[in-house]
C-alpha cells in the first residue's frame, strides 16, 4: 500500500469513528433529544467546520462528511421541536447529563485534532500529499492513531453503558402530546397552582396597584364601540394576572358588560378544550344549558356556537397566560366584531404577542413596570412583619435582600413568606437567606413554587436561544449588560448561525430582541435609532441561569467556591480573583474566560497559568487587568476568535499575532496600543478590529481620541465590519485600500489634512454598507466633504471634527441618518438649514460647530428629534423654536454658551421636555430661572421635571437645581450642592 493511501485512511478511519460515535450519542427519545440538542449542534459545528478546512481536498473523505453532516442536520432539526423536561423528571436529568458529556467529549475530541492540524500550516509542504504528511504528522505529535482511536472507543463503550442502563426507562415513554402542557396546573409545577393563588389575592393584600388597574378600567369602558383587545405584558411574577383578575372584577367593569369569561391559556393548549371551558362559562352566566352535542364538536363548530352566543352583546373575554401569536390566531376567529363596545383582555409575558394581539384592532399594550422601592417595602414589610415597619437591626440586610427581588411582587411575597417563619432576634438567619439566595431557590419548598414560574420562561424558550440566556450567567450579579460585546462574544462561541440575507451581527441581534420581548431581559439605556444599548437581568433569573449552568456544565464562576464543582469546566467567569490553587481544577477543556474585576498580580499571574493549558479557548475576556506586557502565551490559542484586552496597559502587539488564524474580533479600546504589527494582515477572519484610548477630561479636547497609525496593506482584511480608529497622514495611500473594504459598516478615520479629501471622498462612495462614519481633521486643517457625491445609502451615525470649508450638501439627501456631531465646524449659516427636513433625525450635538448669533427650529421641522446637544457656540444670542418644532425633544443640553441671552424662545411649548441641563454657564443666565429668587423666567421652564446647572470646580462636577438657588450666599453662589465624583462626561 502507498504512503498516500495509508495517510488517507488513516484519517478517513478517524473521521468515520467520530462520525459513528456522532450518530450514536443522539438519545433515541423525542423528549430526550431535547436536553442534548445544543451539545449535538456544537458537534454538528465542529464536523462543517473540518468540511471547510482543508479536509476537502480528499474526496472520499469529504464525500462521507457531507452525509454525517446531512444527517446530523435532518436530526437536529428534529430535535428543535421537542420540549424540555429536565426539571420535572430527575432521572431523566441524569441521563441527558450523561449524554451531554459524552457530546462535549466528542467536541474536545474533534478540537484536538484541528488544533494539531492547523500546527503544521508552516511545514512548508504544498498540495494534497504534503497536507496528508502534515496531517499524519500533527496526529502522531500528539497521539499515534491508535490512541485517538482508543479514546472514541472509550467514548463510545460509555455510551452504550448509558443506553443499555436506561433502556427500560427510555421506552417508558409515549410519544409527546403536541396539546400537552409542561404546566397543565396553569403554569406551576409540584401541584402549586400559584396563578390559580393570584386569582384569590384581596385587593388590600396588594400594593401598587391603583393607577394600573385606573387605566385599564378606563380602555374598557371608554372609547369607540368596536371590538378592542387590551394587552397586559410583563416578566413572570409581576402580577399580570392578580391585576387583570381586579381589573375584570371591578364593579365598574361588572355592570358595563353583558358577558364574562376568564379563559387560561398557558404555554400549550388543547384548543377544543378551551373554546368548551369558553362555552361553559357564557352558557353558565346566563343560566343556559349547554348544547347536547358539544362533546362531539369540532374546533370550527365550536367557534362556531361561541360567535352566536356572542352576537349583539358586548362581552368581556379574558385570555390570561398567552405564550404565542399562534395561540391568539386560533381564538380569534370565535369572536364577533360588532359595534358594542366588546372588549377582550390577554396577559402574556412576551411583548411581541402583546403588540401583535393589539394592534390589529386598535387596541393597547399595557405594559407591567416592576415595583418603586418604596412600593416594594411596603409590601414586603406586610407580608414580613404583618406590618408597614421593619426592626431597626434588620433594615440593612432586609433592603439588600429586596433590592435582588427587583420590584416582583412575586418574589418579594415569596422571600418575605419565608422570612415571616423566622425569629426577627435571631439575625444569622436572615443575613444566612441574604447571602445564599441562590440555594435557598433550589432547596427552600416554600420558594420552590416561585422559581417553578420563573423557570416557565426558560423552558418555554426556543433551542437557539437557550445557550444565549445561559451564558448571561457568566456575567456578575447587577452588571449592565453591553449588547454589542454580548453580540461578539455569542458570536465567538459559535452560538449564532447564519440566516439568509441576514449577517451573524444581524441574527444576534435579533436572539437579543427576542429576549427582551420575552421579558427576560430588561433594557436600561437605548440607542438613537430606539435599538438597546445596554440591559440587565433580573437577580432571580440569574439564580436560575446559574443553577442551570452547573447542572449542564455550561459555565462556572469563581465567586461559587462552596459550590460542587463539574468534573470538566467549560466556560469560566473569574470575579474578582483566581487562586493559584484553584487553576488545577478548571481543567484543561474551556472553550471561554471572561474576568470582572481582577486587579491583584496573584490572580493575573494565576490567570496566565491557567492559559497555559487552555489550548481550545474561543473567547479570552481579559478586561482591566493591570498588564503592561501582551501575553505571549495568548498566541498558543489557535482557536481563539474573540479577543479583548479593554482598558489594559498594553503598549504594543507582536507581530506573531499572526498566529490566530481564527481571530474575528479584537478589542484594543482603552489601552496604549498606537502601532500595530504587519503580521495583524494575515487574520483573514477579522470582522473587528477596535484600537483607540479617550483622553479624560472635563470637556473633550480637540485631539481627544488616540486610535492608530494606518497601516499599508490593510485593503486586504475583506472580512472588516468595523474599523475604530484609524489614524492616516499625508499623503498615505491607506485611503484607497479603504475603498476596497466592502463590507465596513463602521469606520472612523482621524488625522485627515485637506489635501486627502479628495481621495477620502472616492473611497467613501465604495462603502454602501455604512451605518456610521467618524472623520476628523489634523487641528488647522480645512476638512472639505464637496467631493462625496453618493453617499453611503444607509448612514445613520455621522460624526466629523474639524473646520468644515462649508456645510457637507450631501447630509441633506441621508434619509436613515438619526444622530449628527458637528464638533469644531465653525459654519457661517446656520446648520439646522440643512437638516431640519431629515425625517429620521433623532440627535444633534455642536461643538463649536457655528460661528452665529442665531440658531432657529422652524414651525413643523425637526419632528423625531430628541436630544439636542450645543456646546461652546461663543457667539449664539438667541436659539429659538418656531411652533410645532421638535415636539418630541426630551433632553435638552446646553453649556459654555456664554453670551446666551435666555433659554430657548418657544422651551414652554416642548411638552415633552423632561431634562433641561446647563454646564459652566453665566450666574446672569442661570438666576432668572430661579424660583425663589423672582425670576422672570421661571414660567418658561416649570414644566421641565428635571432642570439642572453645573459647573466643573475643583477637579469635580458641581450640580444644582434650581431650587438651590434660594440658599444662595451673598457672593450670589447657590449654596446647596451635589457633588459627583470626578468623571468624563461622554454625552459629547
Known amino acids: 500500500m502507498s504512503h498516500y493511501e495509508s495517510n488517507r485512511r ?11 460515535l456522532v450518530l450514536n450519542l443522539l438519545p433515541k427519545h423525542p423528549r430526550e433529544k431535547a436536553m442534548a440538542e445544543c451539545a449535538v449542534g456544537f458537534v454538528l459545528d465542529k464536523i462543517t467546520t473540518l468540511l471547510e478546512e482543508k479536509v476537502n481536498l480528499i474526496k472520499d473523505v469529504k464525500q462521507e462528511v457531507e452525509y454525517v453532516r446531512d444527517e446530523l442536520e435532518r436530526m437536529t432539526a428534529f430535535l428543535r421541536v421537542a420540549d424540555a423536561a429536565e426539571d420535572s423528571d430527575p432521572e431523566l436529568k441524569v441521563w441527558v447529563k450523561q449524554v451531554r458529556d459524552v457530546a462535549y467529549e466528542t467536541e474536545d475530541i474533534i478540537d484536538e485534532f484541528m488544533l494539531q492540524l492547523h500546527s503544521t500550516n508552516g511545514c512548508g509542504l504544498v498540495g494534497c500529499c504534503g497536507f496528508l504528511d502534515r496531517l499524519i504528522f500533527s496526529v502522531g505529535k500528539l497521539k499515534t492513531q491508535y ?21 427500560r426507562y427510555r421506552y417508558k415513554f409515549s410519544a409527546p402530546n403536541q396539546t400537552s402542557s409542561l404546566s397543565g396546573n396553569g403554569g406551576s409545577a409540584g401541584g402549586v397552582d400559584r396563578q390559580g393563588d393570584a386569582l384569590l389575592l384581596e385587593e388590600g393584600e396588594l400594593v401598587g396597584i391603583e393607577n394600573p388597574k385606573k387605566q385599564l378600567v378606563t380602555w374598557l369602558v371608554e372609547g369607540v364601540s368596536r371590538l378592542k383587545v387590551v394587552a397586559v405584558a410583563g416578566m413572570g411574577g409581576l402580577g399580570k394576572t392578580t391585576l387583570v383578575k381586579k381589573v375584570y372584577d371591578d364593579s365598574i367593569v361588572k355592570k358595563h358588560f353583558h358577558n364574562h ?4 391559556v398557558s404555554q400549550s393548549f ?3 378544550e378551551l373554546l368548551r371551558d369558553t362555552i361553559h362559562q357564557l352558557f353558565d352566566q346566563m343560566k343556559m344549558p349547554v348544547p347536547q352535542e358539544m362533546s362531539t364538536m369540532n374546533g370550527n363548530r365550536l367557534k362556531a356556537t361561541i360567535k352566536d352566543f356572542l352576537r349583539q352583546r358586548r362581552y368581556l373575554l379574558v385570555f390570561d397566560d398567552v405564550w404565542s401569536i399562534q395561540a391568539w390566531e386560533a381564538i380569534k376567529y370565535a369572536l364577533p366584531n360588532e359595534d358594542q363596545g366588546s372588549r377582550v383582555i390577554l396577559t402574556t409575558r412576551l411583548m411581541d404577542v402583546a403588540s401583535s394581539c393589539s394592534v390589529e384592532t386598535d387596541g393597547y399594550v399595557y405594559q407591567l413596570n416592576p415595583l418603586s422601592e418604596e412600593e416594594s417595602w411596603i409590601l414586603f414589610c406586610q407580608k414580613a412583619f404583618h406590618r408597614n415597619s421593619c426592626p431597626n437591626h434588620l433594615i440593612d440586610i432586609c433592603k439588600n435582600i429586596l433590592r435582588r427581588c427587583g420590584g416582583l411582587p412575586l418574589a418579594i411575597v415569596a422571600i418575605s413568606g419565608v422570612l415571616s417563619t423566622k425569629k426577627e432576634t435571631n439575625i444569622d438567619e436572615w443575613k444566612m437567606l441574604n447571602y445564599g439566595l441562590g440555594s435557598e431557590l433550589e432547596g427552600n419548598d416554600q420558594l420552590q413554587s416561585m422559581r417553578n414560574i420563573l423557570l416557565l420562561s426558560f423552558n418555554y424558550l426556543p433551542y437557539y436561544l437557550k445557550p444565549c440566556f445561559m451564558y448571561l450567567s457568566n456575567y456578575p450579579e447587577d452588571l449592565l449588560i453591553e449588547h454589542n460585546v454580548l453580540v461578539r462574544q455569542w458570536i465567538a462561541e459559535g452560538f449564532v448561525r447564519r440566516k439568509e440575507g441576514r449577517t451573524v451581527e444581524q441574527v444576534a441581534q435579533g436572539y437579543l430582541n427576542e429576549l427582551i420581548n420575552k421579558s427576560l431581559l430588561r433594557p436600561v439605556k437605548t440607542n438613537d435609532d430606539g435599538s438597546v444599548k445596554i440591559s440587565c437581568i433580573h437577580d432571580f433569573y440569574r439564580e436560575i441561569i446559574l443553577s442551570k449552568s452547573r447542572d449542564q456544565n455550561f459555565a462556572t464562576t469563581t465567586i461559587e467556591r462552596n459550590m460542587a464543582w463539574p468534573k470538566r469546566v467549560r466556560r469560566l467567569s473569574i470575579h474578582g480573583e483566581l487562586e493559584n490553587s484553584e487553576v488545577e481544577r478548571y481543567g484543561a477543556r474551556l472553550c471561554s474566560i471572561l474576568s470582572f474585576g481582577v486587579i491583584d498580580s496573584n490572580s493575573i499571574s494565576s490567570i496566565l497559568h491557567l492559559l497555559k493549558s487552555s489550548k481550545m479557548l474561543k473567547v479570552l475576556d481579559l478586561t482591566g487587568l493591570t498588564l503592561e506586557n501582551f501575553p505571549e502565551v495568548i498566541l498558543e490559542l489557535l482557536h481563539l476568535r474573540y479577543l479583548c484586552l479593554r482598558n489594559t496597559r498594553i503598549k504594543r502587539l507582536p507581530d506573531s499575532i499572526k498566529n490566530l488564524q481564527k481571530l474575528e474580533m479584537l478589542d484594543l479600546k482603552g489601552t496604549f496600543i498606537t502601532e500595530l504589527p504587519v503580521g495583524i494582515l494575515k487574520l483573514q477572519y477579522l470582522r473587528q478590529l477596535l484600537v483607540y484610548r479617550h483622553l479624560p477630561g472635563a470637556y473633550m479636547p480637540y485631539n481627544y481620541v488616540h486610535g492608530f497609525k494606518a497601516l499599508k496593506g490593510i485593503g486586504c482584511l475583506k472580512s472588516l465590519q468595523k474599523l475604530c480608529f484609524i489614524e492616516v497622514y499625508p499623503g498615505s495611500r491607506v485611503l484607497k485600500e479603504i475603498a476596497t473594504l466592502t463590507e465596513l459598516k463602521r469606520i472612523s478615520i482621524t488625522k485627515l489634512s485637506n489635501e486627502d479629501c479628495v481621495v477620502l471622498c472616492s473611497a467613501i462612495e465604495y462603502l454602501d454598507k455604512l451605518s456610521s462614519l467618524g472623520l476628523r481633521a489634523l487641528e488647522g486643517e480645512i476638512l472639505d466633504l464637496q467631493y462625496l457625491h453618493s453617499p453611503p445609502p444607509f448612514l445613520q451615525r455621522l460624526y466629523l471634527g474639524g473646520q468644515l470649508a462649508m456645510f457637507p450638501h450631501w447630509i441633506q439627501s441621508l434619509r436613515s441618518l438619526v444622530k449628527v456631531y458637528l464638533r469644531w465646524s465653525r459654519l457661517k449659516d446656520d446648520p439646522l438649514e440643512y437638516l431640519q427636513d431629515l425625517p429620521n433625525l433623532v440627535h444633534i450635538e455642536f461643538l463649536e460647530a457655528y460661528v452665529g448669533e442665531n440658531l432657529c427650529f422652524k414651525a413643523g421641522k425637526f419632528q423625531k428629534l430628541k436630544l439636542l446637544g450645543l456646546d461652546k457656540l461663543e457667539a449664539l444670542k438667541l436659539v429659538t423654536v418656531e411652533e410645532g418644532a421638535t415636539p418630541l425633544l426630551e ?13 430657548p424662545v418657544g422651551i414652554e411649548r416642548l411638552s415633552n421636555l423632561k431634562v433641561l441641563e446647563f454646564f459652566d454657564m453665566p450666574d446672569e443666565f442661570i438666576f432668572p430661572l430661579s424660583p425663589e429668587t423672582s425670576g422672570d423666567q421661571y414660567w418658561k421652564v416649570a414644566h421641565i421635571p428635571e432642570v439642572y446647572h453645573t459647573y466643573w470646580r475643583n477637579g469635580c462636577w458641581e450640580v444644582y437645581t434650581l431650587e438651590d438657588l434660594q440658599a444662595n450666599d451673598k457672593s450670589g453662589k447657590p449654596g446647596n450642592v451635589v457633588v459627583k465624583t470626578q468623571e468624563q462626561r461622554n454625552w459629547l
Not at 488513516?10 to 459513528?20: D, I, N, P, T
Not at 490512541?147 to 433502556?167: F, N
Open 10 to 20: 488513516v484519517f478517513g478511519v478517524f473521521l468515520g469513528r467520530v462520525s459513528k
Open 147 to 167: 490512541e485517538i482511536a482508543s479514546e472514541i472507543q472509550s467514548i463510545k463503550s460509555r455510551m452504550t453503558d448509558i443506553a443499555v442502563g436506561h433502556r
Open 261 to 264: 369569561a376568564w379563559i387560561t
Open 270 to 272: 388543547n384548543l377544543e
Open 891 to 903: 433632553k435638552l443640553i446646553i453649556q459654555r454658551c456664554k453670551l446666551l441671552e435666555s433659554v
